[in-house]
């Protein structure tokens, strides 16, 4: 018997374990009158960041993030270098910004000093609990380099929480960039 409490306790915690792994929610969308095909050289521009929020972060986290999209498309395309005849233009942008999460719950059902259960009477509940929390957005869009003509666009959100060093945002980021650029090119 033991033994079964202990086996449940501890799918219990690896359950809630994964549950705390988040990984971001991604969307693509692209033209689907344009045969990606034919790409061959790619060029990644410099990001320019302009919003207030988007300012806030750090130039290093920025080049590296550059990096890491250079990395991951060499491995499918050749790289232009800066000032090269590219097929291809990729841009990005990190979008930071507040979010509100509207939520309330019951406490009729929690653990209070008695226990309470289904069976109390007096349903006492608390009103709308508002949180504030930081929303980060990964933008990567790919464009035809001739005219700017956009090609296809990836986009990561996901929830950001306070106290990550630098390495840890970028080690994120860099997981961020895997997913998006894994939807390209689409596969019709």
Known sequence: ???IRLGV???????LLAGC?????????????FSF???TRFRVELA???????LLISPFTLSHLQRVIESHLASRYESAGEDGEADFVVRYHIVVEDR???????????FGYYGYGPWYRYPYSHGPSPRVY???????????AEDNKPLWRGVAEQRLYDGLTPQEQRQRLSAAVTEVLSNFPPVR
């Not at 930081?134 to 035809?144: E, M, N």
């Open 134 to 144: 930081r929303q980060g957005t990964l933008i990567i869009d790919i464009a035809r």
């Open 100 to 110: 509100l999460d509207v939520r309330s719950y019951d406490q009729r059902y929690g």
């Open 9 to 15: 306790g501890l799918l219990l915690v690896l359950g």
């Open 1 to 3: 018997m033991r033994l």
């Open 37 to 39: 095909g034919e790409l």
């Open 21 to 33: 792994t988040s990984t971001p929610s991604v969307v693509t969308d692209y033209d689907p009158e």
């Open 48 to 54: 320019e960041q302009e919003d207030g929020n988007s």
